[in-house]
């Protein structure tokens, strides 16, 4: 909620804000106060190649082998659409929450190997509307799975931990299955990232919007993670 300039503030006392690329002087991608999910909410369009880049300032997230991760997503169209990807330039691990033709997906897998383990949510979400998706994991890599509230599909995947050392985050970009990148194309709200595994309560409590401004996108990471 920000709404101008091109630094993405990160809500929380930890400062690991991000820098948003493509977005000219600032001016462009952030929308007003009521249209997001939540409050306000930043726009990515796919021709401008916009993502936020938050570097290697989010290295706690290495030591998550279990965890949530929360978003609000609005898009249409199809192709592959990146939410976030988590990678390592070292060994090329990554970890991709993506739109693959509609269908969310969070994979692990390594940069130019098409194999990949990964879980996908049953329900197309390139509707245009917003959509509250929500994952978490637990250390043996069972992986839940929840749509506006609701738990919809069970899985395994690892989680964050599985990138290992220097890792680097960017939201709206990621590598693409051919090797180029790939850009989300429209609104994105929320994006949260717990080191606890949030029971269906929570997670629900999560996907209802609550009353008055919230600061979107966020990471919230608690001490212990940094």
Do not use: K
Not at 47 to 53: C, G, H, L, R, T
Not at 187 to 209: G, W
């Amino acid at each position: 909620d920000d709404g101008a300039g091109t630094t993405l503030l990160d809500s929380t006392e930890w400062n690991q804000d991000g820098r948003l690329l493509g977005y000219g002087d600032g001016a462009q991608g952030w929308l007003e106060e009521g249209a997001g999910a939540v409050a306000g909410a930043l726009s990515f369009d796919p021709a401008s190649m916009q993502y936020v880049d938050l570097g290697r300032r989010v290295h706690g997230l290495v030591s998550l082998d279990a965890g949530t991760l929360a978003v609000w997503l609005r898009s249409s169209g199809n192709g592959e659409r990146p939410i976030f990807q988590f990678t390592s330039p070292r060994s090329g691990d990554v970890m991709r929450w993506i739109l693959r033709d509609g269908f969310l997906h969070f994979e692990n897998g390594r940069i130019g190997v098409n194999e990949s383990t990964a879980v996908r949510w049953p329900v197309p979400l390139n509707d245009n509307q917003w959509h509250h998706a929500a994952l978490t994991c637990d250390r043996s890599g069972v992986a839940t799975l929840y749509l506006d509230g609701e738990l919809v599909s069970y899985g395994r995947v690892p989680f964050l931990s599985a990138v290992g050392a220097g890792g680097q985050l960017q939201i709206g970009s990621a590598t693409g299955s051919i090797g180029a990148p790939v850009y989300f194309s429209g609104a994105l709200d929320d994006l949260r990232i717990y080191p606890e595994v949030l029971d269906s309560h929570e997670v629900a409590r999560l996907s209802t919007p609550p009353t008055g401004a919230t600061p979107a996108p966020r990471i919230v990471l608690p001490a212990a993670s940094i």
